[in-house]
């Protein structure tokens, strides 16, 4: 298996080294910013290529994990290659990738990336797409050299996907940055809360999110909800949020 | 150390069980509802009693576990006992003991508890106040012996630490409940999105949430809200949600 990589931020970093691991060869690392190439390429024993005609042509497979507005115009680059091409957006449609490689599709990982964190991708859900059933066949052996979950799901449901995850990772972590503030202001370690922030992630793991709600919310505990719309009265936003999130959980409760 | 158990729901419950297997004797169980006591009692070996004049008047410690409003009621129940008396609450102040037992305070294990799910307390944070020092150290020495994470917070810092835990706990597993409601409503698996909730929660271990926050909001990317709000047309709440987390992720970048 050969592999161009194109892109040089998290997601790009993370499949890199896993496909390398997995005994791909990483011809070429290609990115807007060549020192970043440069870094990716030293790690996974590719060349760092400048200039589009540097482009090895004879790849299996060209992925690529840059942000979402630039995908067009790379895909427009790749016309002439012999391999398939892969994005790995979870908000960009596989249509941007029309004429693209001798068969395009999606690689989308359900996952959020850190540089400075390690992820195990067998655990990492893969979100598959081809434009044909071949192609589709031949990225789901591409994902399953990463991954145990690989699930073929099309572009309306990997937007819904994408949306999704923005609440239950994107919003949760802002939510435990508010806690921390709260903490901070009040002379307490966010140390207190990290065992409850694993718990709430853990429970469902195997548990449905509605039956394990537990607080002032779902209890009607008006006199609780009351005093922490007090203790939150010099912001008017978190206010908000509180009343906005409490009336949810109330109303969804069964 | 014996110990009278007053109250039977999910903290009563775990905490009781929890010190039974420290070797403390629990010798009574009291509720509201006396079949949940019975439940109780037959778990940690102990008498449920009905009545407050079956209260044995010689246990160590009296621990209040049951919803906040009724905990006044019962500490007045409690101004003849010879041990201390313990309420277990987040919201409620020490001071609705006043008069109880041979001293006072308050042990507030800061975990989400479920009924069905086992919690190791060994690493729930336990956060005690007593209302002199000698009667402080009692409850630490108590605490201690279910948990390596014993904190002093007064009644105040309480507050806000389970203001703080709404957030973190309750309101981050209700954008866990809109994001499987999103999912289902387009034939798509939770699964897909449970190693991300994980990992999530895990990335806050050791990080600073506002330095691992991800997603279209700190990234600007506003072709990416623009079409999260328009799957979002059809309700108007989860628009305003994802509006006011958005811009509130973006201010608090740094």
Same mark, same amino acid.
């Given at each position: 298996?050969?592999?161009?990589? @194109?892109?040089?931020?998290?997601? #790009? /970093?993370?499949?890199?080294?896993?496909?390398?691991?997995?005994? #791909?060869? @990483? %011809?070429?690392?290609?990115?807007?910013?060549?020192?970043?190439?440069?870094?990716?390429?030293?790690?996974?024993?590719?060349?760092?290529?400048?200039?589009?005609?540097e482009?090895?042509?004879s790849?299996?497979?060209?992925?690529?994990?840059?942000?979402?507005?630039?995908?067009? &115009?790379?895909?427009?680059?790749?016309?002439?290659?012999?391999?398939?091409?892969i994005? /790995?957006?979870?908000? /960009?449609?596989?249509?941007?990738?029309?004429?693209?490689?001798?068969?395009?599709?999606? %690689?989308?990982?359900?996952?959020?990336?850190?540089?400075? $964190?390690?992820?195990?991708? /067998?655990?990492?859900?893969?979100c598959?797409?081809?434009?044909?059933?071949?192609? &589709?066949? $031949?990225?789901s052996?591409?994902?399953? %050299?990463l !991954?145990?979950?690989? !699930?073929?799901?099309?572009?309306?449901?990997?937007?819904?996907?994408?949306?999704?995850?923005?609440?239950?990772?994107?919003?949760?972590?802002?939510f435990?940055?508010? *806690? !921390?503030?709260?903490? #901070?202001?009040?002379?307490?370690?966010?140390?207190?809360?990290?065992?409850? @922030?694993?718990?709430?992630?853990?429970?469902?793991?195997?548990? *449905?999110? #509605?039956?394990?709600?537990?607080?002032?919310?779902?209890? &009607?505990?008006?006199?609780?909800?009351?005093?922490?719309?007090?203790? %939150?009265?010099? *912001?008017?936003?978190?206010?908000?949020?509180?009343?906005?999130l *409490?009336?949810?959980?109330k109303?969804?409760?069964?």
């Amino acid at each position: 298996m050969k592999i161009v990589c @194109i892109g040089s931020g998290n997601v #790009a /970093t993370h499949l890199s080294i896993a496909f390398k691991a997995m005994g #791909a060869d @990483i %011809l070429q690392v290609w990115s807007r910013d060549h020192r970043n190439a440069e870094i990716l390429a030293a790690l996974t024993k590719a060349k760092p290529i400048r200039k589009w005609d540097e482009l090895d042509l004879s790849a299996d497979c060209y992925i690529i994990a840059v942000k979402d507005d630039a995908i067009p &115009e790379i895909a427009a680059q790749l016309t002439g290659v012999k391999g398939i091409v892969i994005h /790995t957006s979870g908000a /960009t449609a596989m249509s941007v990738l029309t004429g693209a490689g001798s068969g395009y599709g999606v %690689l989308y990982p359900l996952q959020t990336f850190s540089r400075t $964190k390690a992820v195990d991708l /067998t655990k990492v859900p893969l979100c598959i797409e081809g434009d044909t059933p071949a192609t &589709e066949d $031949k990225i789901s052996a591409i994902a399953h %050299l990463l !991954s145990h979950q690989v !699930s073929v799901v099309n572009s309306e449901q990997r937007k819904i996907l994408h949306l999704a995850a923005v609440f239950a990772c994107n919003f949760s972590n802002h939510f435990y940055q508010i *806690s !921390s503030e709260l903490l #901070a202001q009040h002379q307490l370690k966010f140390d207190l809360l990290r065992p409850l @922030i694993m718990e709430t992630a853990e429970k469902v793991q195997s548990a *449905s999110p #509605a039956d394990v709600q537990t607080g002032p919310a779902i209890r &009607e505990d008006q006199e609780t909800m009351k005093n922490h719309l007090e203790l %939150l009265e010099g *912001s008017p936003d978190l206010q908000q949020l509180y009343q906005l999130l *409490s009336l949810r959980i109330k109303n969804s409760s069964h």
